[in-house]
């Protein structure tokens, strides 16, 4: 069975989010410090995603789990586009 990786779409989640806050909100005010809390957010995000994914090859319920994070992910990254 194909391994789950949802890391690379996480970070393109949050570059693209990021993004969309940088250009639709810039001009609000305490909008980069919102920004650095969700680069950090992200980060952390990352590293738990990084270890699930290693352990997914012996553990079905993460392998599951990763599997529904991505159909998450992709969502979210296609109500972004529109």
């Not at 392998?63 to 994070?69: P, V």
């Amino acid at each position: 069975m194909a391994d789950v990786l949802v890391s690379p779409i996480v970070e393109l989640l949050g570059s693209n989010l990021t993004s969309l806050i940088r250009n639709e909100f810039g001009l609000l005010h305490g909008v980069n410090k919102d920004l650095v809390k969700l680069s950090s957010t992200l980060d952390a995000v990352r590293s738990v995603l990084d270890d699930a994914e290693t352990k997914q090859i012996k553990d079905k319920s993460i392998r599951d789990w990763l599997r529904k994070l991505k159909d998450a992910a992709y969502e979210a990254e296609d109500i972004m586009d529109d």
